[in-house]
């Protein structure tokens, strides 16, 4: 263990929010290191590397608000009426007003609270506190300040956000259920060897049709525009786009202007592609090999005015971030990645080199923007579709928790994405050695300096094409694991953001597009973070596997949360046919990830199993010689003993699969995220199969009563 850092240099980390101390999983107190907490310090331009520089960065600190005339930002709930503090010349007088979003303008009052006039940087500074009103609306407002004798005015972003989101009145009233997929993976006989947006209607028209009130699917976040594609839904270029190779090229309107030839071009293209569906593994290369090559004919077929006037309306709500983004694109399809190595000049988004590449690029960054175009369109379509067929909900899109270090948000958002560092998980029962998800973290700071821009333009893009939103490792929004460059995951420690900020921003933008928030709460969680999330009205995530009293016995469902999201399994779990026959201990001994052997290891798991499988048959859900299928279906209408509003079937579940889509702790060693949805034989199956098996019919009948 560490020695533990001096104090002043504790002093200055516990000023910048890092911890400088923790209890890791197995109750053990672990004291971080000077070199990490310096690390770390340094990714948030704070240099630390000796008592001097410590001295004065903690000065610095000291005085930050009292250089500042207003904060970078408020933000508040409904209702209250937060004090916040002008910082002007000693002697000064001032006046203040809200003006609201929608242009009025509010008064606001000035609470006798005197402060002690101080010097900073050699100027006589006073504080005069400013209390804003509570009846201001949510929204987006601001605080103006103006000196009375200069004239002089500051400005300071004011966001009001909701006590709770609410739940729709259909879950309010009854629970309900849903299907969760990897898109991906779930294809019909038209898909071009992927899931795709086509295919996401299908399949949930279909449940809707079953009594399904949403479906749950993964991050549909933009990956790179050229070969090789990440394959991780986690791990994309950015977050606030989305991955085009999830278009149905048919689909796509200006389809019926096309010439014969071009028709044939194309065709040619899909019949390419639909022969990816006979591979034992995706082809996600080959897929968008095909589809961009297809979309590019597309593309510069004319458009109708109406048409084109709908491409400018939605280039214009986009703004700079679609600009940044298809600059990025095109810059890649040009000179390749990594973009680390390009010319320094193009490194830089704003630079004029950057400019005029954009310039050079203009056919191909019009491309890049109208992929964005089409393929939010066509999800906007879905979710449509769905809320038709009956679904209260429709479809619930994943946000991931980052970006890959070389994509395009960490080109065009280098500003509030921390440097040096990496984001990961430390040591729990499933990762001994810890998690480096080798993404960079947003900068607390900077987030707060641009008003948290970059994070609201990110959660609405999702939530205008969705009925609700899965926040993956939403205790990111509270702590993250910041782990230094070179060194392991277990070198890294917490280091803390507004959750008041982020969660309520997260709540309004969710209130405005009428949708639900369900966070991802697994792994090791704070105690009182779980009861804050549920004050705000947001879901939490239970698993039946991970439901546990003291850590052993199996949670009776009764005992669930009500404001939850349950479900028998994850997508870092096998599906549950596979859970049951052990599949999740078996391929960890084969690729040597098991901490402990797999006499143990099976012995432990086979306990556990045995615990829930028999208060199964004490509840006469299942007899002593039941199936593996017998076994799934009465998990899931355990589950519907509990008071969850809502309850997640995973769609390979259905279908009797039984592999791993994720395997934890692994890279190329497995193949994460490319397996195909398969049956009990491991067999490919396509959509069409879904939805006349009678495997899935049984299983639906066994949650059907949510209703």
């Not at 071009?262 to 040619?268: F, N, V």
């Not at 479809?395 to 070389?406: K, N, R, T, Y």
Request: aromatic letters at 8%.
């Amino acid at each position: 263990m560490p020695s533990a850092p001096s104090s002043t240099l504790q002093d200055l980390a516990h000023a910048h929010d890092i911890a400088t101390e923790y209890w890791d999983w197995k109750g053990n107190h672990v004291r971080v290191s000077d070199d990490t907490l310096r690390s770390v310090l340094a990714a948030l331009d704070v240099p630390a590397e000796g008592d001097e520089q410590v001295a004065q960065a903690m000065a610095r600190k000291r005085d930050e608000a009292w250089r500042r005339t207003l904060p970078p930002v408020v933000v508040l709930r409904e209702g209250w009426t937060p004090w916040v503090a002008v910082h002007v010349p000693d002697g000064a007088e001032i006046s203040a007003l809200v003006r609201l979003e929608d242009g009025t303008e509010r008064g606001v009052t000035f609470p006798d609270n005197p402060v002690q006039p101080r010097d900073v940087d050699g100027a006589r500074t006073a504080e005069i506190t400013v209390e804003l009103p509570g009846d201001l609306p949510l929204g987006y407002h601001e605080l103006v300040v103006t000196r009375e004798t200069s004239g002089g005015f500051a400005r300071c972003p004011v966001i009001v956000t909701p006590e709770r989101v609410a739940l729709p009145e259909a879950v309010r009233s009854s629970p309900a259920w849903g299907l969760m997929t990897q898109l991906y993976s779930v294809r019909s006989e038209q898909s071009w060897g992927i899931g795709d947006a086509a295919d996401l209607a299908e399949l949930g028209s279909w449940g809707a049709r079953q009594g399904a009130d949403f479906v749950l699917v993964n991050p549909m976040h933009a990956a790179e525009p050229v070969p090789t594609m990440e394959p991780s839904p986690y791990l994309p270029t950015t977050r606030r786009f989305l991955n085009p190779m999830y278009i149905r090229v048919e689909e796509v309107p200006e389809m019926g202007y096309l010439s014969s030839a071009e028709h044939q071009m194309i065709e040619w293209h899909g019949d390419d592609a639909r022969r990816l569906n006979g591979l034992a593994d995706l082809d996600r290369d080959s897929s968008w090999e095909a589809k961009q090559a297809a979309l590019r004919i597309v593309f510069r077929q004319r458009r109708t005015q109406r048409r084109h006037r709908d491409f400018e309306e939605f280039c214009e709500r986009a703004g700079q971030g679609l600009v940044d983004y298809a600059t990025w694109c095109a810059i890649v399809v040009d000179r390749g990645l990594p973009w680390s190595d390009w010319p320094e000049a193009l490194q830089d988004p704003r630079s004029p080199e950057t400019a005029a590449e954009r310039q050079r690029l203009a056919d191909e960054v019009e491309f890049h923007s109208w992929l964005q175009w089409i393929v939010q369109r066509q999800f906007a379509d879905a979710q449509r579709e769905l809320t038709a067929a009956g679904m209260s909900v429709g479809v619930v899109h994943d946000l991931a928790v980052g970006v890959h270090p070389g994509g395009s948000d960490s080109w065009a958002l280098a500003d509030v994405l921390a440097g040096g560092v990496r984001v990961g998980a430390p040591p729990d029962d499933y990762n001994a050695a810890g998690q480096n998800w080798s993404q960079p973290p947003w900068r607390p700071d900077r987030l707060a300096e641009q008003a948290y821009a970059p994070y609201r333009d990110m959660l609405r893009t999702l939530l205008q094409l969705s009925g609700g939103l899965r926040v993956d490792h939403i205790i990111g929004l509270f702590r993250l694991w910041w782990i230094p460059l070179g060194k392991s995951a277990t070198e890294g420690t917490y280091v803390r953001y507004d959750h008041e900020a982020l969660v309520g921003i997260l709540a309004l933008e969710a209130h405005r597009a009428g949708a639900i928030v369900i966070g991802e709460d697994l792994g090791t969680v704070e105690d009182w973070v779980r009861d804050y999330l549920t004050e705000r009205g947001l879901l939490g995530t239970s698993i039946l596997w991970f439901e546990r009293k003291d850590g052993s016995a199996p949670r009776a469902p009764e005992t669930y949360r009500e404001l939850c999201l349950a479900s028998v399994t994850t997508h870092d779990l096998p599906p549950t046919a596979g859970y049951l026959q052990g599949e999740h201990i078996t391929v960890r001994d084969e690729l040597g990830l098991l901490p402990d052997s797999l006499e143990e290891t099976m012995a432990e798991d086979e306990r556990q199993r045995e615990a829930v499988l028999s208060d199964l048959r004490s509840r006469g859900l299942i007899g002593e010689q039941a199936t593996v299928e017998e076994q799934v279906n009465a998990l899931y209408r355990y589950l519907t003993f509990s008071p969850a509003r809502l309850l997640g079937v995973a769609v390979p579940d259905l279908v009797g699969d039984v592999r791993t889509i994720n395997q934890p702790g692994t890279d190329e060693e497995y193949p994460n995220w490319r397996l195909p949805l398969a049956n009990a034989d491991r067999e490919p199956l396509m959509l069409e199969d879904v939805m006349v098996s009678r495997r899935a019919k049984r299983l639906i009948r066994a949650v059907g009563s949510r209703r």
